[in-house]
């Protein structure tokens, strides 16, 4: 029984009782787990363009491009990099005063070569009098720790991973932030502008919003362009209810309900929001300096000339079915593009009548359309790229978490732990229909794709609930096509450490 506190509560989040009830029913109940085909490769359902295709794809989208459609460029970055930092946290808490394990010996040999250096050390002696050389030769290497990490120092401990310093470069260091102005100044970029867009939380939107009026002008000189630059948070009507392992609702101290954020799932209402004809989506973190970033801008552009090569071909069919100017043979060619070019699979469409097949046909080409990039396999934790049957029978192409399989299916952990093919969030995105009105996203989510997680708050255990994931279930009702793109295209970083790799040199 809800009390007038928890329906205030309700009322100022945005969420309904029903929806509230519906959150709790989903504890008990749990979720499905996906029935799966085949996990998908090369020649069956993965594209691996050859050198040709590379040059005629990029030259579909330089000419979409110069036809004026509105391209906006999408970077989740509301989260926290305190995860970045767990090795040196652990250090700074730790009961020895040296660099012990393996990580923080890395770390101290070459902390000289991290893009923030030159900050830190300006931190250290502004806060202790010496420069981190001179700490570290009197052995207070937790004093350096803590310099980077604390509120009184650079506070990476608690910063949103955007706004660290990632890259060296003569004019000074850039920030995963930066990169991607860059990014979407090299090939978002339409009638002289780029547009991009950052999820962001709350508490760090005054600071993204100061680092892009200090930087906007050298890249929009540099680079000759004008930015449209856009910011959104996830809105609390995302947010999920906590429950006790019971089922029943976990309330806080004062005996409010407590709710957390739904996960990245919960940014399809951000996407929902974004006025665009294409929308490239790809995570904060994942960036390099622009000594490497030929093979990103190359395969971006290849896989949306991929989209927009598909997209015509959907909307001229749609046309055709709508206009009814089509014969049985018109119908077959139709099935074999959604088949074949879409992957997308009904077995029994040879039972349907004409008039049947149409309407099916209609309701497979006219909905959302994404090109996933997909790199080859190198052990990265996270989803990857299936054949997947839908809640409608047929099997489609779908990025899979590993807590969407059964893990007591041995059949389909094999397929997962044998899949050629890791997501690395590299994705471009139509979202209008042939007649140019914006899908609404929200209608094409499969709410049966959320999952349950155990956390606990104040050292009580509680159930988590997270929504379908924004490239998982959110995206379950789109085309989707799978595009192989060179692993120098990935270099996420998720560890200090990690910016030590050659790629972040």
């Known amino acids: 029984m809800l009390s007038q506190q928890d329906l205030n509560q309700l009322a100022a989040k945005g969420i309904s009782e029903e929806k509230l009830n519906s959150q709790l029913e989903e504890f008990k109940t749990g979720f499905p787990f996906l029935k799966l085909e085949a996990a998908a490769s090369v020649g069956q359902g993965i594209i691996a363009p050859t050198e040709a295709d590379v040059k005629q794809y990029e030259e579909a989208w330089e000419q979409y491009k110069a036809q004026g459609h509105s391209i906006v460029k999408f970077v989740p970055a509301s989260g926290a990099a ?118 962001v939380s709350h508490d760090h939107l005054p600071m993204f919003k100061q680092r892009v009026a200090e930087k906007l002008d050298f890249y929009a000189s540099k680079y000759g362009i004008s930015y449209d630059i856009t910011f959104s948070e996830q809105k609390p009507s995302t947010d999920t209810v906590a429950a006790n392992p019971d089922n029943t609702p976990f309330r806080n101290s004062d005996g409010s309900l407590l709710f957390r954020p739904g996960g990245h799932g919960a940014l399809i209402e951000n996407l929902n929001e974004i006025s665009a004809d294409v929308i490239f989506i790809k995570n904060i973190d994942n960036v390099v300096p622009d000594r490497l970033k030929a093979d990103t801008v190359s395969y971006k552009q290849v896989i949306a000339g991929i989209l927009v090569t598909l997209q015509k071909k959907a909307f001229d069919y749609l046309e055709t079915l709508e206009a009814g100017t089509y014969n049985h043979e018109k119908l077959e060619e139709i099935i074999r593009f959604v088949q074949h070019d879409l992957c997308c699979r009904k077995a029994d469409i040879k039972e349907l009548e004409d008039a049947d097949l149409v309407i099916y046909l209609k309701k497979k080409l006219n909905r959302p359309m994404r090109v996933c990039g997909v790199v080859k396999n190198v052990g990265e934790p996270g989803g990857g790229p299936f054949l997947t049957y839908n809640q409608d029978g047929t099997v489609s192409l779908q990025i899979l978490e590993s807590s969407q399989i059964d893990k007591n299916n041995a059949e389909y952990m094999e397929m997962f732990t044998k899949g050629t093919h890791f997501n690395p969030v590299d994705l471009v995105c139509a979202v209008k229909d042939y007649k140019g009105n914006a899908f609404n996203l929200p209608d094409f989510v499969d709410r049966t794709t959320g999952f349950i997680s155990s956390k606990s708050k104040n050292g009580k255990e509680l159930k988590a609930l997270e929504l379908p994931g924004l490239w998982n279930g959110a995206m379950s009702d789109w085309n989707t096509v799978f595009v192989e793109v060179p692993l120098s295209t990935f270099n996420p970083v998720k560890t200090v450490n990690d910016l030590l790799r050659d790629q972040h040199q």
Do not use: W
């Not at 730790?94 to 893009?115: G, H």
């Not at 990476?156 to 000074?172: A, D, I, T, V």
């Open 82 to 199: 305190s995860r970045m930092f767990k090795d040196m946290f652990a250090f700074a808490d730790a009961d020895y005063d040296v660099p012990t394990t393996d990580f923080e010996k890395k770390y101290f040999d070459n902390i000289e070569k991290f893009a923030f250096y030159d900050a830190l050390d300006d931190a250290c002696r502004k806060n202790l009098g010496a420069g981190v050389k001179e700490l570290i030769a009197n052995g207070r290497y937790k004093d350096v720790a803590r310099n980077m990490l604390n509120a009184d120092g650079l506070n990476y401990g608690q910063l949103p991973k955007g706004m660290l310093l990632f890259h060296k470069y003569s004019e000074g260091p850039r920030t995963p932030m930066e990169e991607h102005l860059v990014e979407g100044a090299l090939y978002a970029a339409s009638d002289g502008k780029a547009a991009v867009h950052f999820t």
